[in-house]
């Protein structure tokens, strides 16, 4: 008899009530959460591959508040040195395409090869509410068991690219901890996809079949920046039209010139459900890696992405000064107010508050 599967959310029992209203349990959770972070204890938990301090750091990286905002650095500057040695892979395409059933076999045939895997799952915040459901781990419940992976859910937030405000850190100290590949897998796929890319060394979009796919792929020249294709849910009756859609794809990659990498793109057929053709793909991007490092590519793509982020980190930093000073704040409002009132434009107002002096 087959041994029944065990979810992930049946894993652990929870808490009793009276441990959650335990007054003292929240007074020392308070005292915990108030007490002064050691920046160089967490920096060594992290090098040790301490799991709960990575989480720690990426929570004070993600934060807003300006104290946890120099920690951040901080802790971000002392990991730098013992990172950069993984393989970076963006995983993106079209909601309902299978992005994270696919990240979870992915994930585990990686974990079976001996390697340390990071999975960065981007969740779409809501444009009203503002929240996000961060529901990725329980969608990934083998691979969330799986003690040589690690999954952190984060808000997209109001973020372009469909990935969170802090990513790019984040890669930094899953680094640092000693994971040997990192995924970050996208809230799906966008005109501004350009930002995943800027921070990967190997971009894949997963596609569906007979769903029209094919020529949306081809219209938003997202095909452009993949460095592969995997024709994902190649199972049943759509085997047939993932073979199909793969002829396609393969003449469409030929109509654009050559990367600069020397690369020339792939197209795969994979079921992720049934964990067929996984293999392929991860073989394909130890192609990918082995061929860009002989030809200095790989290191020349991490680089400019450095340039690129530095320009981003700059911009970022200006527009938060300058909407935290309290004089834009008050005046914000009153230009916001004439606006409504057809008292001023836009760009009247614009220019007004920018002309402001501290």
Known sequence: MAKEKKSALKEKKGVSISEITNESSIKAIKKKRRSEINTDALVASILNKDITALSRAITLVESKNPIHLEKANTIIKACLPHANKSIRIGITGVPGVGKSTFIETFGKHITSKGKRIAVLAIDPSSSLTKGSILGDKTRMEDLVKDDHAYIRPSASGDSLGGVARKTRETIILCEAAGFDVIIIETVGVGQS????????????????????????????????????????????????????????????????????????????????????????????????AEITTKN??????????????????????????????????????????????????????????LGLKT
Not at 247 to 255: D, K, V, Y
Not at 316 to 339: D, G, T, Y
């Open 193 to 288: 996809e350009t930002t995943v890319h800027s921070m990967v060394d190997f971009f894949l979009l997963l596609k569906l079949a007979g769903a029209g796919d094919e020529l949306q792929g081809i219209k938003r020249g997202i095909i452009e920046m993949a460095d592969a294709i995997a024709i994902n849910k190649a199972d049943g009756d759509n085997i047939k039209p993932a073979k199909l859609a793969k002829i396609e794809f393969n003449r469409a990659l030929h109509l654009y010139p050559e990367k600069s990498s020397s690369w020339q793109p792939k197209v795969t057929v994979c079921s992720a459900l049934n964990n067929e053709g996984i293999d392929s793909i991860w073989r394909i991007i130890l192609d990918y």
């Open 296 to 353: 200095g590519y790989f290191n020349k793509k991490r680089n400019e992405q450095n340039k690129f982020w530095l320009i981003q980190t700059i911009e970022e930093q200006l527009k938060s000064a300058f909407f935290n000073r309290p004089k834009i704040k008050k005046e914000l409002v009153n230009q916001l107010q004439l606006i409504e009132t057809d008292q001023t434009t836009p760009f009247a107002a614009a220019d007004y508050l």
